[in-house]
């Protein structure tokens, strides 16, 4: 059984960053696409980015200029480095293995607040 | 790239049977068999329920369907239960700058 867990802050101060670990159990992160999801309070979800196992990335036009994703196989872990923070960046993200043209395991989220 | 147009909430008595839509355009649902419906509940890790338009992953119940015609994907819900009431969202890989967009979500409730 797949099984992702995100950790990190749950709080962040404004222009600082947000840092986020998917630790990945029940399944090698040598293979497959890796990424991040987020859903802001009381809206919809939202693509962030993807990384391969090789260590490509995708990213979402919209947040390209201030995200990184990361990957680290000796941990089974994958990261979201999201620069530059505003109050609109909080949500509950999460982690999720891409396969194909859909998201097959998905983390339980955390919630992450962008305040002062 | 827009997000896929979904009702806001559907609902239905226990034993019925509802339809969610799935609106996009021919960049992405009506472009590609790879759309995938997901089930939300509050605190619990987003649970996949459909994906490539009609298949179910193993141990998804035989009650949850989808389908697609044109640009519109569905997923239908029958003999609905008290475990089914959740917010369920769509996405599909679409061939613009963002691989991967999600439906504006609607919220399912059991009467």
């Known amino acids: 059984q797949v099984q992702l867990q995100e950790s990190g802050p749950g709080l962040v101060k404004p222009s600082e960053t947000l840092s986020l670990t998917c630790t990945v159990s029940?399944?090698?992160?040598?293979?497959?696409?890796w990424g991040w999801v987020r859903q802001p309070p009381g809206k919809g979800l939202e693509w962030i980015g993807y990384?391969?196992?090789?260590?490509?990335?995708n990213y979402n036009p919209s947040l390209k200029s201030r995200v990184s994703i990361s990957i680290d196989t000796s941990k089974n872990q994958f990261s979201l480095d999201l620069r530059s923070v505003t109050a609109a960046d909080t949500a509950l993200y999460y982690c999720?293995?891409?396969?194909?043209?859909?998201?097959?395991?998905w983390g339980q989220g955390i919630l992450v607040t962008v305040s002062s | 790239q827009s997000a896929l147009t979904q009702p806001a909430s559907v609902s239905g008595s226990p034993g019925q049977s509802i339809t969610i839509s799935c609106t996009g355009s021919s960049s992405d649902v009506g472009a590609y068999n790879y759309v995938s419906w997901y089930q939300l509940h509050p605190g619990k890790a987003p649970k996949l329920m459909i994906y490539d338009v009609t298949n179910r992953p193993s141990g998804v119940s035989n009650r949850f369907s989808g389908s697609k015609s044109g640009n519109t994907a569905a997923l239908t819900i029958s003999g609905l239960q008290a475990e089914d009431e959740a917010d369920y969202y769509c996405s599909s890989y679409t061939s613009t700058n963002t691989p991967y967009v999600f439906g504006t979500g609607t919220e399912v409730t059991v009467l």
């Open positions: 990384i391969y196992y090789s260590g490509s990335t």
């Open positions: 029940g399944s090698s992160i040598s293979s497959d696409y």
């Open positions: 999720a293995r891409t396969a194909g043209g859909t998201f097959d395991y």
